[in-house]
């Protein structure tokens, strides 16, 4: 039954990663209406996301609030850095990336977040890593440049089609979401999957109304048109709120390390909506082909490598539902 259990919410993480995917069809056009300044268009778009998803929320916070009082500070800390860093900073980048323009990259490059969260779950969670993984990372990264740099033999035309620019946003995003993983993975020790979610949304709003009032000052919080109302409500809820209550669901009881290949549906979906629907003049390339192959190589062997592992609590460990494991508090 368990093993049932942990399959459905792999599928769970799976489909909420899908439903990212359709980000495209809101994002694109929200940032062809804001500032003509790419980065506070990045920040406003994220911005009004994250107040439409407040607002959303807030019923769930006020039926969870005694078990949020519960929260220790090293649950606060991660659940933080979740909303700081994944819902507010790395949506920025990701959005920054978006306005290069390398769409199809951009997505692909979300390809990198199992290395980030493997590596992270050994040195947070403390699920073991397998000697023979690390051989596999430099497989990765060569996959990686291939998809950042589709001419490997004329590297300089990446710079000069701001390729590497995007590249550059678009992994800090990788790296921020992989991290929240990891992180969701430990908070979901002390609260459940809708808590979580909520406070992800409400603990990144605060951050982004700062950088937003830093970058533009007033007038950014001005420059919003009530015909875009319905892109602003449609980003927050298809991409936005459900696939988030599905992941945490999900990875309640899916290993960090496992949830993060089932994310991987994220950037394939997303190419498909970007090439069949919001920019068809762009293509995949043979090169970004190989470079997609040896991702899913090295992220298959990882996930291979890791399951050959027999699962062992270490001393300070406390034991976490799903199979994954938390530092003690």
């Known amino acids: 039954m368990s093993a049932l259990v ?9 489909v909420a990663a899908m439903l990212w995917g359709t980000d495209t069809f809101f994002r694109v056009p929200l940032l062809q209406r804001l500032s003509q300044d790419p980065t506070l268009a990045a920040v406003q778009v994220v911005f009004s996301e994250h107040v439409v998803l407040t607002i959303l929320v807030l019923p769930i916070l006020w039926l969870a609030r005694r078990e949020i009082a519960r929260l220790n500070r090293r649950q606060w800390a991660a659940i933080v850095a979740i909303g700081v860093g994944a819902s507010a900073l790395a949506t920025v980048f990701f959005t920054r990336s978006f306005e290069y323009g ?68 678009a992994l800090a995003a990788s790296a921020l979401w992989g991290a929240a993983t990891v992180f969701g993975r430990y908070a979901l020790a002390g609260v459940r999957f809708p808590t979580l979610t909520a406070l992800r949304f ?21 420059q919003y048109r009530a015909t875009d109302a319905a892109l602003y409500l449609g980003i927050a809820v298809l991409p936005g709120l459900i696939p988030m209550l599905l ?7 899916t290993p960090a390390s496992m949830a993060t290949l089932a994310e991987l549906a994220f950037p394939v979906t997303g190419v498909i909506v970007n090439v069949y629907f919001v920019s068809p003049a762009q293509t995949v390339t043979v090169i970004e082909i ?14 291979i490598e890791n399951a050959k592992r027999p699962a062992r609590i270490e001393p300070g460990v406390e034991a976490v539902p799903g199979g994954s494991r938390a530092p003690a508090t």
């Open 202 to 222: 409400v603990t990144g709003m605060p951050a982004l109304g700062v950088a937003l009032w830093v970058l533009g000052g007033a007038q950014a919080f001005t």
């Open 6 to 14: 942990d399959r459905f919410s792999v599928i769970l993480v799976a």
């Open 102 to 169: 390398q769409f199809i990259e951009t997505l692909l490059l979300q390809k990198t977040q199992p290395l980030i969260a493997i590596l992270l779950a050994r040195l947070w969670l403390r699920e073991v890593l397998p000697p023979r993984s690390y051989l596999w990372f430099p497989v990765a990264i060569l996959g990686a440049y291939f998809i950042a740099v589709p001419d490997p033999l004329h590297p300089e035309k990446a710079w000069a089609d701001f390729r590497i620019a995007a590249a550059a946003y």
């Open 247 to 253: 992941y945490y669901r999900g990875l309640a009881s």
């Open 290 to 303: 190989v470079g997609i192959a040896l991702l899913w190589l090295a992220i298959a062997a990882l996930d």
